[in-house]
């Protein structure tokens, strides 16, 4: 009995002191997963030649930095309760598997479920999670992906907070990424235990739209957007909402479309996880993954989430207050026609509440560049007239004249 007690005692101990690593993902983190393309069709040549590419094709340079195996690695325990990876599709062991990527100068991400068994039915990590902590610092993981399947009779908050306890433990930073689909609302409490949290359901390949995949639905990107109302206050420097991985690339939606994906996941201050065959893609998905304007805004220091300021007929307009007095100001039209805009600076004075900060162009005065066609559009005294076209964004940054 006196053991026992012993134990309680330390594992309140370990719940009263312990926090999750600090000073990490201070901006959205910016990566790779291979759920999106391959679901559980991964193996050790998948990520290796994916490295490859990410070390090569401007993908790197632009900021991208994790690659992160999604489910399906692994394939049971040993004898000790260890995981053990698929022996046929990784011979040479998740160990040597990061050492390859760490040698491309990208970090290693991995994936496991809080329950007992992954969402694709692999041994999950309830009960072992020590062990697995353990496993990951000694095999060089820089990031986890924690899901939330076969979770019966466990509590959200619970679960993930033992997990990011363990790894604290285990000693080696990792970014911890919760992955249980915005049901307890872990924006509200995750912020000391985890880096990111999911907040919605899976994303799906389309723009305005539900997937069905048999026992569940997948939301298209506007369904997903739609979900982040009144979130960004929970949202900044090592903590962010994460509104599920990007599907740019992935066939499901045009250009226009997959150019608006990227521009709000930016806008939103949302993790830039590409979720395409990074070894294979056209030039134009390559462009909209690597515009250095657009991931500027995702990744400003201030990381303030932004905030839908007007929507009228499917055309809305956003803001995100940026470093150094800068704005962005997106507007996404989301009707299937074109939208003519005209906006008068002077008569729309954004006073923004959570960041204490002011656009009133009657006060000061902005240079506009539009950065997807890196076109100058004057300054702010006088209005703007452009047109958008259907699915697609006019995104811009504000730079203050000093």
């Not at 799906?204 to 369904?223: A, E, I, R, T, Y």
């Not at 500027?296 to 300021?309: E, H, M, P, R, W």
Request: aromatic share 10%.
């Amino acid at each position: 009995m006196k053991k026992l007690v012993v134990v309680f005692f330390v594992l309140i101990s370990l719940f009263a002191s312990a926090q999750k690593f600090q000073n990490l993902a201070m901006t959205p983190p910016m990566g790779w997963n291979s759920w999106n393309k391959f679901a559980c069709n991964v193996s050790e040549k998948l990520l290796k030649e994916t490295a490859d590419a990410m070390a090569t094709n401007g993908l790197k340079d632009a900021g991208y930095e994790y690659i992160v195996i999604d489910d399906c690695w692994q394939i049971s325990r040993d004898s000790m309760g260890f995981i053990v990876a698929d022996p046929v599709r990784f011979p040479s062991g998740i160990k040597a598997l990061a050492d390859y990527i760490h040698s491309k100068g990208l970090k290693f991400g991995i994936y496991s479920c809080a329950g007992t068994k992954t969402c694709a039915g692999r041994p999950g990590g309830r009960g072992h999670e020590f062990q697995d902590a353990y496993m990951y610092a000694k095999w060089g993981v820089d990031y986890l992906k924690y899901d939330w399947c076969s979770a019966d009779g466990q509590t959200q908050k619970e679960s993930y907070t033992l997990m990011s306890q363990m790894l604290k433990e285990a000693g080696r930073p990792i970014v911890f990424s919760l992955c249980e689909w915005g049901g307890s609302k872990p924006w509200e409490w995750a912020g000391e235990v985890g880096h990111l949290w999911r907040t919605t359901g899976d994303i799906g390949d389309c723009f305005d739209c539900f997937l069905d995949q048999g026992s569940w639905k997948s939301n298209g990107v506007m369904k997903i957007l739609d979900l982040q109302k009144d979130m960004r206050q929970y949202a900044g420097p090592g903590h962010w909402n994460d509104p599920d991985m990007l599907e740019v690339g992935n066939g499901g939606m045009n250009e226009n479309e997959n150019r608006a994906h990227f521009s709000m996941w930016c806008m939103i201050a949302a993790p830039l996880i590409a979720g395409n065959d990074l070894r294979n893609m056209s030039a134009k998905t390559l462009a909209i993954l690597t515009n250095p304007d657009v991931i500027s805004v995702n990744q400003d220091a201030l990381g303030i989430q932004g905030l839908k300021y007007a929507s009228k007929e499917g055309l809305e307009t956003w803001m995100k207050p940026l470093s150094n007095g800068d704005w962005a100001v997106c507007f996404l039209n989301r009707s299937e026609e074109a939208k003519n805009i005209d906006f008068d600076w002077a008569k729309n004075v954004v006073n923004d509440d959570f960041s204490k900060r002011k656009l009133d162009a009657t006060a000061e005065t902005f240079k506009i560049k539009d950065v997807w066609s890196k076109k100058d559009l004057g300054t702010t005294k006088k209005a703007l007239n452009a047109s958008v076209p259907s699915h697609d964004v006019l995104m811009m940054r504000l730079s203050l004249v000093k």
